[in-house]
């Protein structure tokens, strides 16, 4: 949690000295309500007094009631001269039972009722700033932790899981803003009250804080050892949030799937499981923490009690008065209040550190893929090739792809083929820098990928992936994405060459169609054509498509291929498709097998030299359509 407010604001921190500041102000008034409450209850005993002066004599100074009616409270006053110190008080006491009247009662709420605004003005501004501060922190944390997030290679998303890097910037921030937001509003109140209030018990009734601190341990006591047995659950319960969200993510995501296999019931019992785990550490935490409700209650019950009995003793052995007893009271229910807001914290602290850990961890991890020192210029346009490149993803233990190399020129089509889990898309994600070669290079425009400024590396490429996603919004804004203008002229013309204006103009909205979140409420086909049009907008010198024509029919598919080649003979094509119809007009086409290079050449010469594209293209084609 340390390293997070090392993000504080200069002007933060200055709220954050105010706030110490407020708290001592506020823990004076509280006080200073305490002292009120102990003249109010003088005055008013001072005014029994001196209308019924023989409720004074009662008790063991029953003796000095005659004396009392017969000298008066002059007459009490001068014996009291020839006492000495001792007497002196008893002459002030006397002098305040005489000088008593209604309006001290007046002058004391009133004084009472001043404190208490202020006291409510004071936390007001504190729960303000405190509000503020945490608020901010959680803010530049969040933007931070998104930053960082849009930095990470495939790799670190990889690592951290998707459902977890967004309950890390969500419920993992919540609970680190709620703690921070906490403990600015008692970690400075609770000792401050804590010690002024024992500070006032040793000054006025040192005997009666021994209850007081037998309070005090049992509480941290019980409290103790509830959090001993709670903390291990509070890491657990950040984990088991990751599994229920990344459970119920695969479920809304996947839910034609699973309602397609009738597997609602499938999906039901996974989310049982989570959920059903989860329960079960919110309730073991939840019982414990129950427990502290009854401890406090009976705890400052007692407290009273206690107080109230040893009280009784000491006014009745002249040693304190009824009002030092009530304050003492006061006093007592502060100080443990205090020590509760202390511990309420420790209730918090626990899972706001475990969650400040897992956030923690996001922002210290370093990208793998970074901008070089000194990135270098590109000296070509258009090129692509692939020094003996090997990949292999981290604790893995054999290479994706091995050995490969090829090389693109300006204009040509490149297109990769082969079995599932060959290594096409691996191939496809090294060119836009989303994984870095293990080994070997990769040159776009004659220079290695590693040496070249990212975005500019990215601005040269148009990516189309295998799965195309839409984003919430309108056709016009993800046709335009990412792009700080929009031309409505260059977005029709990338409509019309990836074939979506015709279900666009037939949709009665037409470009101001709200496309929902992942393009559910638009067909594959449709979505497809709208990533492939967004690509087109873009007009890249490098057009990557990943299996991007797969949900297009062949009539489609051809007219798309044939858009795309009219449009700019300089453009140069990476396809990777399945299709041999897709791929057989292609410049140069590579064959994979087990992430190897097994065929390389036009089409015609690999129809009757490599085994393995023979295979594929008579499982689609007839001998004759393939010229056999």
């Not at 009690?305 to 000491?314: E, K, R, S």
Request: hydrophobic share 45%; charged share 20%.
């Amino acid at each position: 949690m340390l390293k997070l407010y090392k993000r504080l604001s200069v002007k933060d921190v200055i709220f954050v000295i105010l706030i110490l500041g407020l708290t001592v102000l506020s823990v004076f008034f509280t006080m200073q309500l305490v002292d009120c409450i102990t003249d109010i209850i003088s005055s008013i005993t001072y005014l029994n007094y001196q209308n019924h002066p023989e409720e004074m004599f009662k008790g063991q100074y029953e003796a000095m009631l005659p004396m009392f009616e017969s000298l008066g409270w002059d007459g009490i006053k001068n014996m009291a001269l020839a006492m000495g110190d001792d007497g002196k008080v008893i002459i002030e006491y006397i002098n305040n039972i005489q000088n008593a009247t209604v309006g001290d009662i007046w002058v004391n709420g009133g004084i009472m009722l001043a404190y208490a605004v202020g006291s409510m003005i004071v936390q007001g501004v504190i729960a303000v700033l405190a509000s503020f501060v945490a608020a901010n922190l959680t803010t530049m944390i969040r933007k931070e932790l998104y930053k960082k997030i849009e930095d990470f290679s495939l790799s670190e998303i990889d690592k951290f899981s998707t459902a977890s890097l967004v309950t890390r910037t969500t419920n993992d921030l919540q609970h680190i803003q709620m703690a921070n937001l906490m403990t600015m509003r008692m970690i400075f109140q609770a000792p401050v009250t804590a010690i002024w209030a024992l500070i006032k018990f040793s000054n006025s009734a040192a005997s009666l804080s021994y209850a007081t601190i037998i309070g005090i341990v049992i509480i941290v006591i019980v409290v103790g050892s509830i959090m001993i047995l709670a903390i291990p659950k509070f890491k657990v319960m950040q984990k088991l949030t990751d599994n229920l969200n990344q459970v119920t993510r695969d479920n809304l995501t996947g839910i034609r799937i699973v309602r397609a296999y009738n597997a609602e019931k499938y999906e039901e019992n996974r989310f049982d499981v989570s959920n059903t785990n989860i329960t079960k550490a919110q309730m073991f935490t939840g019982k414990l923490m129950s427990l502290m409700s009854p401890v406090i209650t009976i705890v400052m019950n007692g407290l009273s009690l206690g107080i109230y009995l040893i009280g009784a003793y000491l006014i009745n052995d002249n040693v304190i008065s009824y009002a030092e007893v009530v304050s003492s009271v006061m006093l007592s229910s502060q100080i443990i209040m205090s020590f509760m807001m202390i511990l309420m914290l420790f209730i918090m602290w626990p899972r706001a550190i475990v969650a400040a850990g897992r956030v923690n961890e996001v922002l210290e991890t370093k990208p793998t893929i970074v901008n070089p020192e000194n990135p270098k210029q590109f000296i070509e346009q258009g090129t692509i090739e692939f020094k003996n490149v090997s990949f292999r993803y981290p604790n893995a233990l054999g290479d994706v792809i091995s050995n490969i190399s090829f090389s693109v020129k300006k204009g040509e089509t490149l297109a990769i083929i082969g079995a599932t889990s060959s290594g096409k898309t691996t191939i496809l994600n090294m060119i836009s820098r989303l994984y870095d070669a293990t080994n070997g290079e990769v040159l776009v425009d004659g220079i290695n990928v590693k040496d070249a400024n990212i975005q500019d590396l990215r601005s040269r490429i148009g990516f189309v992936p295998q799965k195309g996603f839409l984003f919430n919004g309108t056709i016009a804004s993800n046709i335009t994405f990412g792009s700080d203008e929009v031309d409505v002229e260059k977005m029709r013309f990338a409509s019309d060459v990836a074939c979506a204006s015709e279900f666009i103009d037939e949709k009665e909205e037409k470009y101001d169609f709200v496309i929902s979140q992942g393009g559910k409420n638009v067909s594959g086909g449709q979505r497809q054509r709208l990533c492939i049009a967004r690509c087109v907008y873009l007009s890249p010198e490098i057009y990557v498509f990943d299996d991007s024509f797969s949900a297009l029919d062949y009539k489609t598919d051809k007219l798309v291929r044939e858009n795309l080649n009219s449009l700019d003979k300089d453009k140069t094509k990476i396809i990777v498709a399945q299709r041999i119809g897709t791929i057989m007009d292609a410049d140069k086409i590579i064959v994979l097998e087990e992430g190897k290079i097994v065929g390389f050449g036009k089409h015609d010469e690999l129809i009757h030299n490599c085994a393995i594209y023979q295979e594929i293209a008579l499982s689609q084609l007839s001998k004759e359509e393939l010229g056999l």
